[in-house]
């Protein structure tokens, strides 16, 4: 059964990884969904988060074939329920449309989401949250032909789990490097 | 430490630190810095390395196979940028999927012109990335020492592979202090696996209860140095081995136990019994689509224990009941250690009349003939004989792969070079050049068809200047006969452009200072075998081979395994 699998990709600060990582999904024909790149609170780790739908037996092969990569430490995939995620949006909107219709605001109120900025021009909006409450805001105001422009981020997250697989890891290699 | 030298002179120490001695190679313009250094190390009384000039890129890559084949050292080769790199990535790619250690260092443009552009640039890393188990660009003669000693480290170690070194040319003249690095862990990176005490108790109890037990024997046996270890562990349970193409000589084709090859053109009773058997030991192996059939149908009344040092193996074909992810150096006495005393002599027996009659429709007719054109059974046969298993055995690709894995001899260990995962043709000329340096005291039996042998014919200026004592042996067949055999058994016999018009190649030999001879007549075959052998340096021995004779046995693609056929039904 196909399912949405968040994974968390660890690697070494050295260029070239990204392309290395999504050469395995394009080989495995499997489509990313969201990818988020940053830095990790490990210093010189970088910390990949990539969503996609599919079969956990193809996610254990993802995760066995990004792991094999010389430069990846760790690769581990989760479900929704192992995980708090959050997406970020960004809406920009016309602010003649917010000052003539009231239903802008209560809108962009009842979703729980920020505006950043207003000006005689346009109107800033953020929201934070998961897929669904950002496209559900999207929707919403898009129905109302006032969106102009409109930025999603991929997925970012941390895991449920009482240790830190990471530092594990990291541990138990320095340990055997002096062993 | 070396003060103040160039880069260039650093990798000749950071090669020699790593226990370098043969190079293969072709120079040009950004890896001029690192040919001028050689010239001091390849001759006089500070001569390290023994550098031989290939003709081809792609020759220097499939000789730097060869060599690591058989002598189980890194095999090496340095070529220039752009054209010169990208001919090497079809040696790379082959490296890869048959898991053989090379590194190959490109020159590259300088770090300034990097981007630009700029003459024979081209992004290396990029191309070699998805090809090589790792890929990484020098940008600094600082970097040299830490970066060749780690592609050495990833190229031998864990599952071997190939590693891309891109050379900047800026790297490889400015000037360093020079100490020699000894990289033997990347924290990234665990080659070996920590054995793991309850799969090892979990896949004995699997092979103490088995009553059909069945080993698949891979290159991983031989890669890990553990054919002492397989030899141990099958006695004890008495358990029969199949091996693959790739592991033909990681046991003796003389062991009782063993009972022949895997796969697509491999034996019959083999192939049938996987079928059959209950518990499925593959080791050291990856279920190759070449060895399995239809996964649909493959080995499926069989528990399977899967014995990998590579993780990514494990389910990735066949689903594994237990695996042991370890090096099978450690994991096949650990596993022996628990595994009972058994006696499988029934089962192994129920092998026999499979044989048999594989034996008497197949292998007599191909090797025994009595009429008719010259087979290359019978060619493979003869020369087998006459070296009494004691050569390398080197492949190209197509029919006369398939004909000579399957008749050659496998006494020894380290005895096979051939192109299993990529099927390249033109590998076997440059592969034979490099086994006869990584075995200089074993003769090196070469064995091409007709089209492949152009395909790196170039390298026969190598063999002749190296004098390299390549016995090459052409089954010419004036066919592209691995095509031609599929059109006539899938396509209608609609032969399209697999007739191939042949050059004269005794000239051609001529023209090299060859050593020549044709047989036509099977009369003369063992003469001529014999002249061959004797004859000192490289030969090549020219056999005309009947046009239109097919590999049997064969599962047709995709085709269950047990649907492997003893004949062509479908006569022509
Ligand atoms: C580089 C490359 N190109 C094409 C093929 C496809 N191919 C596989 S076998 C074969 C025929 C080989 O002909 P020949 O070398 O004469 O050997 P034969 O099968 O006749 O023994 C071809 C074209 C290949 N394996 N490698
Ligand atoms: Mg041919």
Redesign the pocket.
């Known amino acids: 059964m196909e399912k949405l699998y968040t994974l968390l990709v660890y690697s070494e600060n050295i260029a070239g990884i990204l392309n290395q990582v999504t050469a395995v999904f394009t080989r495995r024909q499997v489509n990313i969904e969201s990818l988020n790149v940053s830095a990790s609170s490990t210093p010189g780790v970088h910390k990949y988060t990539i969503t996609c739908y599919c079969t956990e037996e193809m996610v254990k092969m993802l995760k066995a074939q990004i792991e094999k990569r010389i430069d990846v430490l760790q690769a581990r995939y989760y479900t929704d329920d192992e995980i708090f995620l959050q997406e970020t949006s960004l809406l920009k909107i016309s602010a003649p449309a917010v000052m003539e219709n009231p239903e802008v605001c209560r809108i962009v109120r009842h979703h729980g989401a920020r505006i950043v900025e207003v000006n005689p021009t346009y109107a800033a909006i953020e929201k934070t949250g998961t897929t669904e409450d950002i496209l559900s805001l999207y929707e919403a105001l898009n129905s109302l032909g006032v969106v102009r422009q409109f930025a999603r981020s991929g997925r970012i997250c941390i895991t449920r789990g009482t240790r830190e697989q990471l530092d594990d890891y990291l541990a138990e290699r320095e340990k055997e490097k002096h062993g | 430490m070396k003060q103040n030298i160039t880069g260039s002179e650093a990798l000749m120490l950071a090669l020699q630190a790593e226990g370098v001695k043969t190079i293969f190679g072709y120079p040009g313009g950004t890896i001029m810095p690192v040919y001028d250094a050689l010239y001091d190390y390849t001759r006089g009384d500070n001569k390290v390395f023994n550098h031989i000039l290939v003709r081809h890129e792609q020759g220097a890559t499939h000789a730097a196979e060869g060599f690591a084949r058989v002598s189980g050292e890194v095999g090496v080769a340095i070529v220039t940028s752009g054209p010169g790199a990208t001919n090497t990535l079809?040696g790379v790619a082959d490296a890869m999927i048959d898991s053989t250690p090379i590194v190959v260092i490109a020159g590259q443009v300088p770090v300034s012109a990097l981007g630009t552009d700029a003459f024979q640039e081209v992004d290396l890393v990029g191309l070699a990335q998805p090809i090589s188990k790792w890929s990484y660009q020098i940008r600094r003669a600082e970097d040299i020492a830490g970066a060749v000693s780690r592609a050495f480290y990833i190229a031998r170690s864990g599952r071997p592979g190939p590693v891309v070194l891109d050379f900047t040319k800026n790297a490889q003249t400015e000037r360093v202090d020079f100490k020699a690095e000894k990289v033997d862990f990347v924290r990234s990176y665990v080659p070996y696996p920590k054995l793991d005490a309850a799969s090892v108790r979990a896949a004995a109890d699997l092979i103490n209860s088995a009553q059909r037990p069945l080993a698949l024997v891979g290159q991983g046996v031989e890669l890990g140095g553990a054919q002492d270890e397989l030899m141990a562990f099958l006695e004890k349970a008495d358990i029969p081995a199949g091996r693959t193409m790739l592991g033909l000589s990681a046991l003796p084709s003389t062991h009782p136990l063993n009972v022949g090859m895997l796969g697509m053109h491999g034996n019959y009773a083999v192939n049938l019994k996987e079928q059959e058997c209950d518990v499925l030991i593959a080791i050291g192996m990856r279920f190759s689509d070449r060895v399995t059939g239809s996964l649909k149908t493959y080995a499926k009344q069989a528990k399977v224990i899967h014995l990998d040092i590579d993780r990514s193996e494990i389910n990735k074909n066949v689903k594994a009941d237990v695996a042991v992810v370890a090096d099978c150096k450690e994991s096949l006495p650990a596993l022996t250690a628990l595994i009972n005393k058994a006696d499988h002599s029934a089962w192994r027996e129920s092998f026999k009349p499979l044989d048999e009659k594989e034996r008497i429709m197949v292998i007599e007719p191909a090797i025994h003939p009595s009429e008719g054109p010259l087979l290359?059974g019978e060619v493979v046969n003869a020369v087998a004989e006459a070296t009494q298993g004691d050569a390398v055995l080197v492949t190209?690709?197509?029919?006369?792969?398939?004909?000579a894995t399957r008749y050659f001899r496998y006494p020894k260990r380290r005895s096979l070079c051939t192109?299993g995962g990529?099927?390249?043709?033109?590998y076997g000329m440059p592969a034979a050049i490099g086994a006869t340096f990584g075995a200089p005291d074993r003769t090196v039996c070469c064995f091409?068809?007709?089209?492949?042998?152009?395909?790196c014919i170039e390298e026969l200026g190598t063999i002749m200047e190296q004098q390299a004592p390549v016995k090459m042996i052409l089954?010419?067949?004036n066919?592209?006969?691995?095509?031609?055999?599929w059109q006539d058994m899938f396509w209608q016999r609609r032969k399209s452009f697999?007739r191939?018009m042949n050059p004269c190649y005794e000239l051609i030999a001529k023209g090299y200072g060859i050593s020549y001879d044709i047989v036509t007549d099977r009369i003369d075959l063992p003469a001529a075998i014999e002249r061959m052998l004797v004859t000192k340096g490289p030969y090549l021995l020219e056999c005309a081979?009947l046009e239109d004779d097919d590999v049997l046995p064969m599962t047709p693609p995709g085709k269950s395994i047990d649907e492997m056929q003893l004949e062509i039904k479908n006569d022509k």
């Open positions: 079809t290359m190209d690709v197509g029919q006369n792969q398939l004909f192109s990529l099927g390249t043709m033109g091409m068809g007709d089209g492949g042998f152009q395909m089954m010419n067949n066919y592209l006969g691995n095509v031609r055999q697999t191939m081979i």
